[in-house]
């Protein structure tokens, strides 16, 4: 319970550590609401609230990686949605996780949407 308490806290710490327009603090909230967090940050080589590698990419990759790819809106909100395959993992070796669970319970597709688009209008890391 207490390592619960203290990856939450290291969680919410970091998503309210962002100094940003509104935007940002609103895109954090709704992340840091749905759970997106505890697998994602923002910078790349972040660590996780455990210390530990990130299960999931770092945003700023993905913005970077989607940025000129037609349809990633749409194809990135979906996976946030439905989850992605571990066989077909393209973030393979580069993060702790091989797969992104389905999230349909813990955020709406409006919702989704929103935040996806948030993602890929961050600036790639320097």
């Known amino acids: 319970m207490k390592r619960t308490l203290i990856a939450l806290s290291a969680t919410l710490l970091a998503a309210t550590a962002w100094a940003g327009p509104a935007e940002d603090q609103a895109a954090l909230k709704l992340a840091t609401g749905a759970g997106c967090m505890t ?8 660590k996780g609230p455990n210390g530990m590698a990130p299960i999931g990419p770092a945003w700023r990759d993905v913005a970077a990686k989607y940025k000129s790819i037609k349809g990633a809106q749409q194809q990135l909100t979906a ?3 439905a989850g992605s395959s571990p066989y077909e993992s393209h973030w393979k070796d580069k993060v702790s996780g091989l ?3 389905p999230n349909k319970v813990a955020i709406a597709e409006a919702d989704a949407a929103k935040l996806v688009s948030w993602i890929l209008a961050l600036e790639p890391a320097k």
Do not use: K, Q, S, Y
Not at 39 to 46: D, L, M, S, T, V
């Open 99 to 101: 797969a992104m669970p």
């Open 79 to 81: 996976t946030v949605l």
């Open 39 to 46: 697998c994602h940050n923002i910078e790349p080589g972040a």
